[in-house]
Antibody
Framework: QVQLVESGGGVVQPGRSLRLSCAASGFAFNNYAMHWIRQAPGKGLEWVAVLSYDGVNEYYADSVKGRFTISRDKSKNTLYLQMNSLRAEDTAVYYC??????????????WGQGTLVTVSS | EIVMTQSPATLSVSPGERATLSCRASQSVSSNLAWYQQESGQAPRLLIYGASTRATGIPARFSGSGSGTEFILTISSLQSEDSAVYYC?????????FGQGTRLEIK
């Protein structure tokens, strides 16, 4: 069965960096787009970034563009989110999610359980 | 950017009754609309995609309808485990934004 397991969250000071990982199993990782979505405490879902199945096309929400980078390691079936210049407003649970197709224009058919990132001094 | 507006913000319905949740897009998204369920403390789960197709394993009491800018999620014969927040998301245009959610409470 499909499993997505996020890791790498924690408490970090404003301006510092953090890298999240998402280990995928149970499906052909190289055939699907992968997304990051976040949810601030008590708030709704905010889509963050997507990477196409081949790692060529990447897109970001305006709120993280230029600070976050999405990547994938096909040999490890792992998705990453490098987060730089972190701000208090980046505090959230970060979910990785599998797209139902190869590009960004598909629903998100499986989600991980999330990892909490807290940006605080 | 397309804006997705869900209504009502909160809905309280008795067990066995029907719940109707609405989602409106600020411009047409064709049928490229998904619904997700998020139970308390859990990750979201895909319920409906293509506006009306149930995802694998989703009970038949969940149904979706609509196209263009107006969409409906109907949950018939409500059960206690349906208590959750429900989100719509369009994936027709960039970026693939979510609505703000509807909290469904079971009386």
């Amino acid at each position: 069965q499909v499993q997505l397991v996020e890791s790498g969250g924690g408490v970090v000071q404003p301006g510092r960096s953090l890298r999240l990982s998402c280990a995928a199993s149970g499906f052909a990782f190289n055939n699907y787009a992968m997304h990051w979505i976040r949810q601030a405490p008590g708030k709704g879902l905010e889509w963050v970034a997507v990477l196409s199945y081949d790692g060529v096309n990447e897109y970001y929400a305006d709120s993280v563009k230029g600070r976050f980078t999405i990547s994938r390691d096909k040999s490890k079936n792992t998705l990453y989110l490098q987060m730089n210049s972190l701000r208090a407003e980046d505090t959230a649970v970060y979910y990785c999610a599998k797209g139902a197709g190869r590009d960004a224009y598909n629903p998100l058919d499986f989600w991980g359980q999330g990892t909490l990132v807290t940006v605080s001094s | 950017e397309i804006v997705m507006t869900q209504s009502p913000a909160t809905l309280s319905v008795s067990p066995g009754e029907r719940a109707t949740l609405s989602c409106r897009a600020s411009q047409s998204v064709s049928s490229n609309l998904a619904w997700y369920q998020q139970e308390s403390g859990q990750a979201p789960r895909l319920l409906i995609y293509g506006a009306s197709t149930r995802a694998t394993g989703i009970p038949a009491r969940f149904s979706g309808s609509g196209s263009g800018t107006e969409f409906i999620l109907t949950i018939s014969s409500l059960q206690s485990e349906d208590s959750a927040v429900y989100y719509c998301q369009q994936y027709n245009n960039w970026p693939p934004v979510f609505g703000q959610g509807t909290r469904l409470e079971i009386k």
